[in-house]
């Protein structure tokens, strides 16, 4: 079990804070692959046509997931992406993942074939089990790709405790309803946290003395911050959703291998509801029994941060993650 804390932090402590903890730490040994010592975190993440996962941060509830396709850095053949659930309830969050190359993330989605597809092996023994997992909660609520989340990781972990890890998650960007075609993609994205970082400190044990007094030095407290819901916060998403448009959407069960098909290969962009649906006296003329209304251009205004950072209640989290390798 690890414990999680996060923090806001302006841009411009980065150089000093990064020297504070420079004689207690060492590159990740993912990050220290590039020259900058970082790496792009890709993750397109699901949620209800209503935004349940959204609600459920933002009213802090006590129980609460999040589903996710995550890759890393630039697209390249043959590369792996991870199926992912992340489960919280009160302090404890688990973390599902299931390795797919990225190639047959259509073929794995549109057929429930995880045997096939899904790469199970001792790194990851319950890689099957936990597609099974995904692939339940996808089709069972139905869930739909809803927002791309992209920044980058620069990340630590201590010379002493190997369990204590240190990242600073920069350059937080997003775009709305991607197609699985778009996790590399960035297109489309707006910039969602001008001016700060996000500092996370996991460990399996508490925070030792010389990073508490390295964080005091910036006088941060930790908060409960979520990027998913900062991205949709800034993509103005929550505020253009209608009843209307929940029901045009939600016309067909998951299990549709049409619906399957639209989710996958159609640019859910120009096609979503909330982008598309005019007034109620078109609707017997939306275009297709899923109930999309075709446009040609898609609003990209500037929206204000309403709900402040995404803060939920509480400040940290006791994790628990099964299989290695990044988070």
Known sequence: MRVEYKYLVPNECLPRLRALIHPFVEVDSYAARTERHEYTVRSIYFDTPNLDFYQDKVDGLLARRKLRIRGYDSYKTGDTVFLEIKRKHGATVTKHR?????????????SGDVEQYVLADEEFPEAVEDA??????????????TALVIYEREAYQSRINGFLRITFDKNLRGSPFPSLDALFLEDRVLYALAGHLILEVKSCGGVPSWLCSAISQFHLK??????????LDRLGLPQRFSRRAILAFSEKPASSPYYMDRMLHVPVW?????????????????????????????PQEEHKLERGYGYGRGSGNAV??????RC
């Open 98 to 110: 299931a390795p797919v190359p990225y190639t047959y993330i259509h073929e794995l989605f549109t």
């Open 132 to 145: 099974k997992r995904f692939l339940f909660h996808l089709y069972g609520a139905p869930l739909l790709p």
């Open 222 to 231: 930790p908060i409960a911050v979520s990027k998913y819901v900062i991205c």
């Open 270 to 298: 120009e096609n979503h509801p909330i982008f598309g649906l005019t007034t109620p006296g078109q609707a017997d003329s939306l275009d297709g029994e899923m109930g999309y209304w075709p446009v040609n251009s898609v």
């Open 320 to 325: 628990t993650f099964r299989g290695p390798g």
